[in-house]
Nanobody
Framework: QVQLVESGGGLVQAGGSLRLSCAASGNYHMGWFRQAPGKEREFVAAITWSGGRTYYADSVKGRFTISRDNAKNTVSLQMNSLKPEDTAVYYC????????????????????WGQGTQVTVSS
């Protein structure tokens, strides 16, 4: 069983930055998803187990950066130029690596999820 714990959420003004972190093993592809009130969960960013490839939703491309440090078992999401529409609960998710890389933007691919951390961006 893999336990994922997110940290780093909070309240920030529009244009500000936050950095989310999640403890993660190097044997897992990792993703960040978010869910705003009244909306479906959506993909934000993902990184392969080695860190060799990253993927982003169009809405965050150029503003958010996903990275990992396998020596420290940590995956981070650096969020810059935050907008009020980025307000949501952010979830860290893990998918055990296999021979091929699945579509990491699809939430159903992930086997483990964290409890989420609230990010609120005020205008």
């Amino acid at each position: 069983q893999v336990q994922l714990v997110e940290s780093g959420g909070g309240l920030v003004q529009a244009g500000g930055s936050l950095r989310l972190s999640c403890a993660a093993s190097g044997n897992y592809h990792m993703g960040w998803f978010r869910q705003a009130p009244g909306k479906e969960r959506e993909f934000v960013a993902a990184i392969t187990w080695s860190g060799g490839r990253t993927y982003y939703a169009d809405s965050v491309k150029g503003r958010f950066t996903i990275s990992r440090d396998n020596a420290k078992n940590t995956v981070s999401l650096q969020m810059n130029s935050l907008k009020p529409e980025d307000t949501a609960v952010y979830y860290c998710a893990a998918k055990r690596r296999a021979l091929s890389t699945p579509p990491l933007a699809v939430g159903a691919q992930y086997e483990y999820w964290g409890q989420g951390t609230q990010v609120t961006v005020s205008s």
